[in-house]
């Protein structure tokens, strides 16, 4: 008998232990959460006071010391006191953007459009936020990682940013949520198809995609007018190429004013434009041939090329024209090339093969790039300029040279 009570009262000290030390933790994780939410507090406060001082004219209610920031003008709070939206829009102001911003850890909506705000504009840690307005300032730089931290983005409206080019955000992948996305006139450069990639790989919610008046070169691709939740496009005032690109009757679509579609309405383009439009892609559809290589013919002064009685393309003259990437084996459609002038650039990979089967060719001058692998061995009639790279084989220190008359030396004078 002795030894079963003995046993029910260790059992209730046990049981009474585990009870004690339950509520010890509660109250230490309740403990934990109030001091959190007091420094996430302070941080907030810290940050808005930041912002004050950062202001040549900040809203009448803020101070710079002290304070509740709950109750400054166009400031929101939550019920435990975090900030969870700003809204200045419109208000010209001027000054600067402290970097303390990325502590309001808690934002929801942040908008700024409409002032004379300027520098940079600083990180942003804030996972809830869906909704950030910049648009109409004078920023001079983005985080190199933008919009990195804000996996909630449901709206992002950038527009008129006097920002140095500057490539769409690869960042913006992470933004899956993503409604609309507005930057026009922001100076957005680079290949168009790498925005759209991202667009269409992961921006699956997207409606709004607005980017006209930009630097944006390249092909739209075909894809992008099938993405289903898009309503409303504006590519306009670009230096887009190739065909115009269709969309369902139920888009919005502002894109084929001040571009360089090869037509003013969707259909092919002419063939040697399908292939120069290849080649510029392997040298990143640069903004020099953007901007020249308009239309449907090529023989109406596009850069760099000249073309023979029946209007075939029979010169590219494109050395020291800031080239990079690499020789697209496309060039071997231009069957009445005869001489290929791409010397001084920074053109990176091999020859293509295919180019050794040109039928017409005389010329190929390549000197002072960054080719690599084997030089490929062309016709004896060929005259191969391609000394300055990294070439290996037999031919890595000595170039072929087989010299026509004096009379086919060609001027490698730089483009104008």
């Not at 760099?304 to 494109?318: E, F, K, P, R, T």
Request: proline residues 7%.
């Amino acid at each position: 008998m002795s030894t079963t009570v003995h046993r029910q009262g260790c059992t209730t000290t046990v049981k009474r232990r585990r009870q004690e030390r339950r509520l010890l933790l509660a109250l230490l994780l309740t403990c934990c959460g109030l001091a959190a939410a007091a420094a996430g507090h302070r941080s907030d406060a810290d940050a808005v006071a930041d912002l004050a001082r950062s202001l040549a004219r900040p809203p009448s209610t803020w101070t710079t010391a002290g304070g509740d920031p709950c109750s400054f003008e166009g400031i929101s709070c939550s019920s435990s006191g975090r900030i969870i939206a700003i809204d200045l829009a419109g208000m010209g102001l001027a000054g600067t953007l402290p970097p303390s911003l990325s502590s309001l850890t808690a934002l929801q909506s942040l908008h700024l459009g409409g002032n004379a705000l300027s520098g940079a504009v600083p990180p942003l840690r804030a996972p809830s936020l869906t909704s950030l307005s910049l648009d109409g300032n004078a920023f001079t730089s983005l985080p190199k990682d933008f919009p990195r931290g804000m996996p909630a983005l449901r709206h992002l409206s950038m527009d008129n940013l006097p920002l140095p080019p500057w490539p769409f955000p690869h960042a913006i992948a992470g933004c899956t949520s993503l409604r609309t996305f507005s930057a026009s006139n922001a100076s957005v450069a680079g290949p168009f198809q790498v925005a759209a990639a991202i667009v269409i790989a992961n921006l699956t919610s997207i409606r709004t995609l607005r980017l006209s008046r930009n630097m944006l070169t390249g092909v739209v691709p075909a894809a992008l007018g099938k993405i289903a939740s898009l309503r409303d496009i504006s590519l306009s005032s670009n230096f887009l190429q190739g065909p115009v690109p269709q969309f369902p009757a139920g888009v919005a679509n502002d894109v084929v004013d001040g571009n360089s579609f090869c037509l003013d309405e969707p259909g092919p383009c002419n063939a040697q434009v399908s292939t120069l439009l290849q080649v510029a892609e392997g040298f990143g559809y640069p903004l020099n041939l953007a901007s020249s290589w308009r239309g449907n013919y090529p023989c109406s002064g596009w850069l760099g090329l000249v073309c023979d009685n029946i209007s075939d393309v029979a010169i590219i003259l494109l050395q020291q024209a800031e080239l990079s990437g690499t020789i697209s084996p496309a060039i071997v459609d231009l069957i009445g090339l005869q001489i290929l002038m791409l010397a001084n650039n920074s053109l990176t990979g091999e020859i293509p093969e295919s180019l050794t089967k040109l039928p017409k060719l005389e010329l190929l001058d390549v000197t002072n790039n960054k080719l690599t692998g084997q030089l490929p061995k062309f016709k004896p009639s060929v005259r191969v300029l391609a000394d300055g790279n990294e070439f290996i084989g037999e031919n890595s220190h000595k170039v072929l040279l087989l010299m026509h008359d004096a009379g086919s030396q060609i001027d490698a004078a730089p483009l104008k």
